[in-house]
């Protein structure tokens, strides 16, 4: 019998990511010990293995068979538009994505009066879409990190970035003009998978949106 291959995502989403799975009978807690390693199997005859990799390449590994399932952010999936079902949102990893500007230029700005701008972020296709919704036409300044460096050095006027508790744009002067969307971890699931693996698929499904209930994410 194949194996069943989750992709699990590095950083802060991987422990709870290993709870919820032992919570369903896959035990990858060896994920959370070892962090050179990039390949677990889960002890016992469940036939299952896991894949330790980043968030944002775990889409690309689901759609593509390299794994059944995955948990990747709602962000990556917003961002990469992937062909994945995703059947549960897991309610961990919360954050929000938000366009921010400088709190000197907050003070006179207003929103509704914007035509052309110029947006620093690592999400491109999700500010394209919103801001298309608003009629407002950007200029994208593509970055990979220190989002809010970008208007400091008059490298954008504005950014679209994620936020927790929006401290880091604080202490670099800048403040929330908007949110774009809030962003929890879901589950992916490989479309080919949900057909030759039906039952077991379908069965960790349900189980997972149960256990988050249980685990109170």
């Keep these: 019998m194949d194996p069943i291959v989750v992709a699990l995502p590095k950083g802060r989403n991987l422990k709870p990511s290993v709870a919820l799975f032992k919570e ?4 990858f807690s060896e ?23 980043r968030d944002t390449d ?9 794994a059944d399932m995955g948990v990747s952010g709602a962000d990556v999936l917003a961002e990469q538009g992937k062909d994945l079902y995703e059947p549960v949102d897991l309610k961990f990893g919360y954050c929000r994505m938000v366009v921010a ?10 929103p509704d009066d914007w035509t052309h701008i110029r947006i620093g972020t690592k999400f491109p ?11 407002v036409q950007i200029e994208i300044i593509k970055l990979y990190g220190s989002i ?7 490298l954008s006027e504005r950014v679209v970035d994620l936020v927790s508790t929006g ?15 809030e962003i929890t971890a879901h589950l992916v699931i490989n479309r080919a998978s949900l057909k030759t693996k039906h039952e077991r698929l379908s069965g960790l499904i349900n189980d997972l949106s149960d256990a988050v209930t249980t685990l109170g994410f």
């Design 24 to 27: 369903v009978g896959l035990d």
């Design 31 to 53: 994920a959370l010990e070892d962090n050179r390693k990039l390949v677990f199997e889960a002890p016992g005859d469940v036939s299952a293995k896991a894949l330790v990799i």
């Design 58 to 66: 775990i889409p690309t590994y689901v759609e593509n068979g390299a």
């Design 101 to 110: 500007e400088p709190a000197k230029l907050s003070s006179s700005d207003n």
């Design 125 to 135: 296709n999700i500010a394209e879409a919103y801001f298309a919704g608003k009629g």
């Design 148 to 154: 809010e460096l970008a208007p400091m050095v008059g």
């Design 167 to 181: 401290e880091t744009l604080r202490q670099n002067g800048l403040v929330e003009v908007d949110t774009i969307m």
